[in-house]
């Protein structure tokens, strides 16, 4: 199937308790490619690339989980088949993680507005993340919520140049309390790479 049409259908789900079954495999075969999906943003934030495979994974522990059956599945695949890239993107899951709850709530008390300061930079070139307008991540207080959605929009220049490896992709985030810079590695940048075109 194209990248541009790729999502999760109710076909390709197994029923919970055949997922059960092999829950624990898939968990252990899907560790290795989150991992290259993951960049660790300055000390408290975390970018989680999604693709079909994580996302697939997520619809299913959400159904064995929450135990809602059929009736349950339009939602899921509603609230996840949007993360899953369409070909021209990029799509991240950003974490603000941060153990102790008196430290977290003040530290997002701060961060109003983040979701529009994360970027891909590809060489000299910045690509600004949109964040999924499903719900308003900042609230009228300004504080922002502990976790993100963004897409990163890319045109074919960007897509030619982030496979080069001579060009420095880079993940980072511009607020004026959170301003931080990662280097995507080479064999992270090959496997988001596959989710283009």
Same mark, same amino acid.
């Given at each position: 199937?194209?990248?541009?049409?790729?999502?999760?259908?109710?076909?390709? @789900?197994?029923?919970?308790?055949? #997922?059960?079954?092999?829950?624990?495999? !898939? /968990? &252990? =075969?899907? $560790?290795?490619?989150?991992?290259?999906?993951?960049?660790?943003?300055?000390?408290?934030?975390?970018?989680?690339?999604?693709?079909?495979?994580?996302?697939?994974?997520?619809?299913?522990?959400?159904?064995?989980?929450?135990?809602?059956?059929?009736?349950?599945?339009?939602?899921?695949?509603?609230?996840?088949?949007?993360?899953?890239?369409?070909?021209?993107? @990029?799509?991240?899951?950003?974490? #603000?993680?941060?153990?102790?709850?008196? !430290? /977290? &709530? =003040?530290? $997002?008390?701060?961060?109003?507005?983040?979701?529009?300061?994360?970027?891909?930079?590809?060489?000299?070139?910045?690509?600004?993340?949109?964040?999924?307008?499903?719900?308003?991540?900042?609230?009228?207080?300004?504080?922002?919520?502990?976790?993100?959605?963004?897409?990163?929009?890319?045109?074919?220049?960007?897509?030619?140049?982030?496979?080069?490896?001579?060009?420095?992709?880079?993940?980072?985030?511009?607020?004026?309390?959170?301003?931080?810079? &990662?280097?995507?590695?080479?064999?992270?940048?090959?496997?988001?790479?596959?989710?283009?075109?």
């Amino acid at each position: 199937m194209p990248s541009a049409q790729r999502e999760v259908t109710p076909a390709d @789900l197994l029923s919970d308790a055949e #997922f059960a079954k092999v829950r624990k495999e !898939r /968990r &252990a =075969a899907l $560790l290795p490619i989150k991992r290259l999906r993951r960049v660790e943003l300055g000390p408290a934030c975390t970018v989680h690339f999604e693709c079909y495979e994580t996302m697939l994974f997520q619809i299913q522990e959400m159904l064995l989980i929450e135990k809602g059956g059929a009736a349950q599945v339009p939602d899921e695949l509603a609230a996840y088949n949007p993360l899953i890239p369409k070909g021209s993107e @990029l799509v991240a899951t950003v974490l #603000f993680e941060i153990e102790d709850p008196v !430290r /977290r &709530a =003040a530290m $997002l008390a701060r961060l109003g507005g983040v979701e529009d300061r994360f970027f891909l930079q590809i060489g000299e070139e910045k690509v600004s993340g949109v964040p999924e307008g499903d719900v308003e991540r900042t609230r009228e207080d300004g504080k922002t919520s502990s976790v993100h959605f963004l897409r990163f929009p890319l045109k074919p220049d960007h897509i030619a140049r982030f496979r080069d490896p001579a060009t420095q992709i880079l993940v980072g985030c511009d607020h004026e309390h959170y301003s931080h810079l &990662a280097g995507v590695s080479p064999a992270s940048r090959a496997e988001l790479a596959k989710d283009f075109a």
